[in-house]
C-alpha cells in the first residue's frame, strides 16, 4: 500500500515523494496541453481549408463523413465533434468530481457501521451504504464510458478523413497522368493533321497549276482551229461571261465542282461544232 504524502521535512520518505510529484505534474501537464494545441490545428486546417473548397473522392465508401462533396463542410464538422467530446468531457468531469466527493463520506460510514454500530443497525444501514458507493461509482464509470467513446467516433472520423483524402490524392495523380497523356495524344495528332493540311494545301497547288497550264495549252489548240472562229475576241468573250465563283463546295473534303469547268465545256462544244462546219465547208 502506498504511503500518504509526508509533511514533515525530517521524513526519509520526503525526497522520493517530491521526485514522483514532478513526474505526475509533467503528465498532467502532458495531458492538459493536448487540448489546445488540438483546438489550435484544426482552426488551422479550417483556415487553409476555407481558401480554396473540393471534394474528395465519389469512389470512397463513406459511414462518418456527412458532407464529402465539400472538404471545408467536413472540417467544419470535425470542429463541431472536436467541440463536443470536449464540452462532454468537461461537463462529465464536474459530475465524476461531485460523485467522488460522496465516497469518503460513504465509507466513513461504512466504517463506523462496521466497528461500532449494533448487529441489527449494521445489518440494516450497510447494505444501503454499500448500495451508494456502488451506484456513485457505475454512474461516474458510465459517464466516463460516454466521454471516451465519443473521443473514439471523434478519431475514428479523423482516421475516415485521412484515408479519403489519401486515396482522393491518388485519385487525383492517376487522373492528372491519364489528362497528361491525353494532351500529348492530342498535340500528336494535331501535329499529323497539320502535316496532311500542308500535304492537301501543296498537291491542290500542283493540281491547280496543271490545270491552267493544261487550258493555256487547250486555248492555243483551239486558236489553230481551222475557220478562224475560235479566235482571241472569242476567248475575250469567254473569259467576261465567266461566272464569279469559280467553285462550290470545299476543295478540302473533294467535293468541289468547277463552275469555269462547266460553262468552258458549253463554250468547246460549240467551238467543236464551227471547226467541223468550217473543215466541212
Request: charged share 20%; aromatic share 12%.
Given at each position: 500500500m502506498s504511503r500518504a504524502l509526508s509533511n514533515n521535512l525530517s521524513d526519509p520518505m520526503i525526497d522520493e515523494q517530491l521526485m514522483h510529484a514532478s513526474d505526475i505534474d509533467a503528465e498532467w501537464e502532458e495531458m492538459m496541453l493536448g487540448g489546445p494545441a488540438s483546438i489550435n490545428f484544426v482552426g488551422a486546417v479550417m483556415v487553409v481549408g476555407s481558401k480554396k473548397d473540393f471534394s474528395l473522392s465519389s469512389n470512397f465508401s463513406?459511414?462518418?463523413?456527412?458532407?464529402p462533396n465539400s472538404f471545408h463542410t467536413t472540417i467544419v464538422q470535425v470542429a463541431n465533434e472536436m467541440y463536443r467530446a470536449l464540452l462532454n468531457a468537461h461537463t462529465s468531469m464536474d459530475r465524476i468530481q461531485?460523485?467522488?466527493r460522496q465516497l469518503p463520506n460513504l465509507i466513513k460510514t461504512a466504517l463506523k457501521l462496521i466497528t461500532q454500530a449494533s448487529t441489527s443497525m449494521t445489518k440494516?444501514?450497510?447494505p444501503r451504504t454499500l448500495s451508494n458507493i456502488g451506484l456513485y461509482a457505475n454512474q461516474?464509470?458510465?459517464i466516463a464510458k460516454a466521454t471516451f467513446d465519443r473521443f473514439t467516433n471523434l478519431m475514428d472520423l479523423l482516421d475516415e478523413i485521412f484515408k479519403a483524402s489519401t486515396y482522393t490524392n491518388t485519385e487525383n495523380k492517376l487522373l492528372a497522368e491519364q489528362l497528361q497523356n491525353q494532351t500529348i495524344q492530342v498535340e500528336m495528332e494535331s501535329e499529323n493533321l497539320q502535316e496532311n493540311?500542308?500535304?492537301?494545301?501543296?498537291?491542290?497547288?500542283?493540281?491547280?497549276?496543271?490545270?491552267?497550264?493544261?487550258?493555256d495549252e487547250y486555248r492555243q489548240a483551239m486558236l489553230n482551229v481551222p475557220g478562224g472562229e475560235w479566235n482571241t475576241h472569242a476567248w475575250n468573250v469567254y473569259a467576261s461571261?465567266?461566272?464569279a465563283?469559280?467553285?462550290?463546295?470545299?476543295?478540302?473534303w473533294r467535293k468541289c465542282r468547277s463552275n469555269r469547268d462547266q460553262q468552258f465545256n458549253e463554250y468547246n462544244t460549240a467551238a467543236k461544232w464551227k471547226a467541223e462546219e468550217a473543215l466541212v465547208c
Open positions: 463513406y459511414h462518418l463523413i456527412q458532407y461531485v460523485n467522488m440494516l444501514m450497510l461516474s464509470a458510465t493540311i500542308d500535304q492537301l494545301a501543296s498537291e491542290y497547288e500542283e493540281a491547280k497549276n496543271r490545270l491552267e497550264s493544261a487550258r461571261n465567266r461566272p465563283v469559280s467553285c462550290s463546295g470545299s476543295w478540302f
